[in-house]
């Protein structure tokens, strides 16, 4: 008798199933080829699979924290309580929810890699915020982005109508003349450089309705699944220079107020209870749910 192969996921079948998971859970998909994520990074962090590999950035919401992690605390509370306190019980609860989304697909070959993994030379496994800015998730602002825009109130560079340097064939199409190419604008302005050139600016991921208000928790590459995805760019939602300055200062210097994640109005926040949880030491983590939930 001839076996039967079993008949080939879609990407539409594999999107669909994931979208029917995560989503009730507060947790949300967006998926990129491999070959995008290469482009971005350094070879030290590529993926080792096939450009047109498909794989899924995962984020949580605001909401996740009570539609999955809650609950799931509660199934598990006396466990929890009784485990070896190195690994955060958030990042417990998301890996088993990662595997049970792995679960739905038993015949592919999947990877599910977190945002806390780590290689043996001490990399992260996966660079997330890279991941969600080009799958279309949320805008990653990095150092380089801050340097390179000019606005109104900038300099003279930047004093035009649309904002951004006026360059090339824009100039010569009429606006406010300005003889300067965009390598010599980059140069000459003034306020180019905002921060020391060696200090180390750390980047941050925006998200257009929920600001700094959510993470993003890993990726599942399905290795043998091909399939047809338009490449979206992200919403870019804090476009002013002035602003993404304001935003990596705010990141780097002041994080733990949490303000930069309201740099832009934002849909929904942290509740009183999962802020409460992220600004307690790790180490403590475990006592506070406990101390919540065992009454
Ligand atoms: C290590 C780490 C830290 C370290 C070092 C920070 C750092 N960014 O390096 C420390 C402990 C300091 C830290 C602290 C915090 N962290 Co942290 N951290 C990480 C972690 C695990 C890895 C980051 C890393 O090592 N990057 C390596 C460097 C080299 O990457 P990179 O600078 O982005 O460089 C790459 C890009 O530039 C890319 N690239 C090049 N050109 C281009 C062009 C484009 C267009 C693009 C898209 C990319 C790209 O190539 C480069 C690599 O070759 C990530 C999770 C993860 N797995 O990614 C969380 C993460 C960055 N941390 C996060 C947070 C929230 C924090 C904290 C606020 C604490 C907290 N957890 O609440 C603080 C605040 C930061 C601060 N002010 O100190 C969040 C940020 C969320 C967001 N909205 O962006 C992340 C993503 C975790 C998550 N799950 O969401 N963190």
Partial sequence: MSRVSPIPLTLGDVTNA??????????????????????????????????????????????????????YLK??????????????????????????????FPSEDIDVIQDFEILPSKRPKILVQTAAH???????????????????ECCEIGNNSSGRPETGAAMEGGGKKNNMDSNQAEKTCSCAVPWESKERIFGVCIHPKYGGWFAIRGVMIFQNLRGD???????????????????????????????????????????????????????????????????
């Avoid at 699979?49 to 899924?56: K, Q, R, S």
């Avoid at 466990?79 to 019980?89: C, Y």
């Avoid at 799958?135 to 606005?151: I, L, M, P, R």
Wanted: with cysteine; proline share 5%; glycine share 2%.
């Fill in 18 to 71: 994931l979208e029917a998971y995560f989503r009730p859970l507060g947790l949300e998909i967006y998926p990129f080829k491999v070959g995008w994520y290469n482009e971005a990074v350094s070879t030290a962090f590529m993926l080792p699979f096939n450009d047109n590999t498909i794989a899924f950035v995962i984020i949580s919401s605001p909401s996740m924290f009570e539609r999955a992690f809650i609950p």
């Fill in 75 to 104: 199934e598990n509370l006396v466990e929890i309580a009784g485990r070896n306190k190195s690994r955060d019980p958030l990042d417990s609860a998301l890996s088993y929810h990662f595997q049970s989304a792995k679960r739905l």
């Fill in 134 to 152: 080009i799958a279309g998730a949320s805008f990653y602002y990095q150092k380089k982005d801050a340097e390179k825009v000019h606005d109104e």
């Fill in 229 to 295: 995805i338009q490449r979206r760019d992200p919403i870019d939602c804090v476009a002013s220079r002035r602003s993404r300055i304001e935003l990596l200062n705010r990141f780097n210097r002041n994080w733990r107020d949490g303000s930069y994640r309201d740099i832009i109005p934002v849909i929904e926040r942290y509740s009183e209870l999962q802020i409460k949880y992220f600004n307690t030491e790790p180490k403590d983590r475990h006592t506070l749910l406990t101390d919540t939930y065992s009454t």
